[in-house]
């Protein structure tokens, strides 16, 4: 059958976890952060080249003004949440576990802003001026990865992209911050799908959507006609956002191995994305809060809510009303492909797409067992790999073969130590074995 003729798409294998935890926040519209007294800034939220510090200690800030400039092309820049002084640039526990370089902002409670970058006709105007733009405002990806936005929307010349896809899947159980801003603000992220489709001078452009978002779907699908948008409808189904499943499920076309989506003449941004840009454009804002789900069956009130960049974990749990148990785990992201923390004073960043507590119960720890060629990983992993034969092949040392077995494709998306009934560490594994390849290619 021809995807086209399709209502529902999607793509082969994955899984359906079954904890979904999106009910805890869904219905709760988002709420605006107060002020705080005092952000930490991280100075690396993109991926790519960190930007450079502007600013010293002691200086005097307001809301939006420049705190670092991007270092190249592959970097974005950084703006201040609020006004007030620096009062230092110090050391901050970073989400992937290691301190990280933060500018420290003590607020004046004023929360004096600069003027808006002049709005720019977007209809009118031509790709560069558009682009020049988003690295002004430094977007960046919102679903996690935090690839510089101008940078993914200039594909090089001869990879001829003629589709715009954006990722309004949400498919990570918990997590529910895309859903509130499709349903309580469609028109920035349809605005900011039309922009990047001027920039990549295509008209196919979609939002996919699982079905388990109906409200949302209907309220784009309504605004979506003067934009140039088609809505599609996406089966409940992990990991249906990922770029690679998005583009299959919605083109049918395969991103080859070890290639990108413009390899399938494809871009994939995020529906936060899309909205930032708008704002940037047509609004002149920079990029300095994101609204991010804060849950966990451990969390008295969950819910989604506006954070300021250089916002402390703790300080969003508290607006949630604090915890009703000493919980087990705390996740930036999802359950699923989200990261533990082993600090409460991690700042939000950009990609913070969620704040997540487990209970002692669900966080468990467990004994890994040996593999019993069940082939349930098989069935699951959505790049259609061989886990199980990538886990022996590293647990012999023989990351050659893992290599062979194109381990370099795996998303860590999770889906195969999931579905696996002896627990095997087949994510790390595969971590290990990419790490190990990618040592290897640098000799």
Known sequence: MNKSSRSVMTFKNGIHPVCHGKELSEAFPVQTAPLLERYTVTVAQNAGKSPQLVVNPGDKVKKYQLLARADGFVSANLHSPTS??????????????????????????????????????????????????????????????????????????????????????????????????????????????????????????????????????????????????????????????????????????????????????????????????????????PLIERIATVTGRVIKKPGNWKLRIGTPVIEAIRLAEGVTEEPGKLILGGPMMGISQTSFDVPVAKSTSGILLLSREQAVNYTSGNCIRCGRCVQGCPMRLLPCAIAAAVESYRFDLAQKQHVMDCLECGACAYVCPAKRPLVQHNRRAKAEIRRQMKK
């Open 84 to 285: 007030g002084e620096v009062r230092a640039i110090i050391d901050v526990p970073g989400p992937a576990g290691v301190p990280v370089k933060a500018v420290e902002i003590i607020s004046d409670g004023l929360d004096e802003a600069l003027p808006p970058l002049p709005s720019i006709d977007w209809k009118n105007a031509d790709a560069k001026t558009l682009l020049d733009r988003i690295a002004e405002c430094g977007i960046v990806g919102m679903g996690g990865a935090s690839f510089p936005t101008h940078v993914k929307l200039s594909p090089p010349p001869e990879k001829q992209v003629d589709t715009l896809i954006l990722n309004g899947a949400e498919c990570e159980p918990f997590l529910t911050a895309d859903h509130r801003l499709m349903l309580e603000d469609p028109e920035s992220v349809l605005a900011g799908a039309a922009i990047m489709g001027k920039i990549l001078g295509t008209d196919r452009i979609f939002i996919g959507i699982e079905v388990n978002k109906i409200n949302a779907m209907s309220v784009l699908q309504e605004k979506a006609e003067p934009y140039g948008v088609k809505i599609v409808p996406l089966k409940v189904q992990y990991p249906q956002g990922s770029e690679k499943q998005l583009i299959d499920a919605i083109t049918g076309r395969q991103v080859p191995s070890g290639g990108l989506p413009m390899d399938a003449r494809c871009v994939v941004q995020n529906a936060g994305t899309a909205s930032a840009v708008a704002r940037a454009v047509i609004g002149g804002l």
